[in-house]
């Protein structure tokens, strides 16, 4: 028996030996794994990625800055989404009615009025429609003709090319319809592995373009500040994730807003910034995915953490997130909606 117990104990030893100068000769790597995390742990709002009861709050939120608009500027945004497919060719004349506007211009610096109302319907239309990223709407004119019959004033209103403009779409716009064909095509191909909850759903689609989209440094392409350079491209700006955010999310029926306004960044400098509030169960989260996706040097991994430091966060993102009121003008100013509040 004793024998027996020597040679175990020299076998063992033997193989300790012969795996100790594998491994110093790099024929042997040994790796010792550490438990895997659950997702979850990363993420602290609240909610659970295993709660299949999160499907509350659908629907897309394509009227949240029109619904905060008076009237008038309402009228001036529902004919424009009334004509948006006529606007594709870049030169159609928007008409309203005669006299629409009567009642403004008749007034003491009316057409100033008429042009700020016509300015929050077109900011509002950027924020909810980013579909119509094609559209350069600082190349459209608001015009007026005035006829006047004795005291008698009517007034005529259409939208058009500005003079110096051949056109109002975007200058980079070569072939319209083939790069919607593509956005429709590539949506459909990246939400098709959108399944779960719709707080699942809206982890996917963040996780999707922390994987595939890069941070454009140089702001030199064309494309950084829309849905075809984020989709197509994959190379952007914050505004060019915060609108493919939105962009998937609508496409998903999920409730998901813009948000635009200034933020503290790691060198704790103030910038401008656009980031998005989505809506899960009645309850608002705030989502940044661009500073989800900071950008990595010496070649090191994106960890968990890093990756949702600002996924479905509550009121604790307005330490260094600040949500502008005004968009351009400061007689149009916007409430947000009031996120989760998140104990500390």
């Known amino acids: 028996m004793k024998k027996i117990l020597q040679f175990i104990l020299l076998m063992i030893l033997y193989v300790l ?27 602290k ?35 424009i989404l009334e004509n948006k497919d006529n606007m594709k060719n870049g030169t159609y ?12 211009l008749n007034q003491e610096n009316g057409l100033k009025i008429l ?20 559209i350069d709407f600082t190349k459209i004119s608001l015009r007026t003709v005035t006829y006047t019959r004795g005291k008698n004033k009517t007034y005529e209103v259409y939208l058009s090319p500005s003079e110096e403009q051949a056109n109002y779409l975007e200058e980079y716009i070569q072939d319209l319809d083939n790069m919607l064909f593509q956005l429709e095509e590539k ?18 689609v963040h996780n999707w373009l922390i994987d595939n989209l890069q941070y454009d440094q140089t702001y030199s392409n064309e494309n950084i500040r829309n849905i075809y350079g984020a989709l197509i491209e994959n190379d952007v700006v914050c505004e060019g994730y915060a609108k493919a ?25 103030l910038e401008s910034h656009m980031w998005n509030y989505v809506q899960i169960n009645d309850i608002w989260y705030a989502v940044d995915v661009t500073w989800d996706d900071p ?22 993102i307005n330490t260094n997130h600040f949500a502008s009121e005004i968009i351009t003008n400061e007689e149009q100013k916007y409430i947000y909606p009031e996120l989760y509040h998140k104990e500390n």
């Open 295 to 316: 950008i990595i040097i010496n070649g090191n991994n994106l960890s968990e953490e890093a990756r949702y430091k600002y996924f479905c966060q509550g009121d604790n």
């Open 187 to 204: 949506s459909t191909e990246i939400l098709e592995n959108a399944v779960g909850s719709n707080y699942q759903k809206i982890q996917y």
């Open 17 to 43: 030996t012969a795996l100790i100068i594998l491994i110093k000769m790099d024929f042997i790597h040994i790796e010792f794994l550490h438990p895997k995390k659950e997702t979850d742990e990363y993420i």
């Open 115 to 134: 042009s700020n109302k016509y300015q929050s319907a077109v900011d509002s239309i950027r924020y909810d429609h980013i579909d119509l990223f094609y």
């Open 93 to 104: 004349e928007i008409e309203f009615e005669e006299d629409e506007f009567a009642e403004i």
């Open 45 to 79: 709002n609240g909610l659970s990625l295993k709660d299949t009861n999160l499907n509350n709050s659908n629907g897309q939120v394509n009227n949240f800055y029109y619904n905060q608009l008076d009237t008038i500027s309402k009228k001036i945004y529902d004919k």
């Open 245 to 269: 955010f939105k962009y998937l999310l609508d496409k998903l029926n999920l409730p998901c807003i813009i948000v635009a306004g200034e933020a503290i960044n790691s060198e704790g400098t």
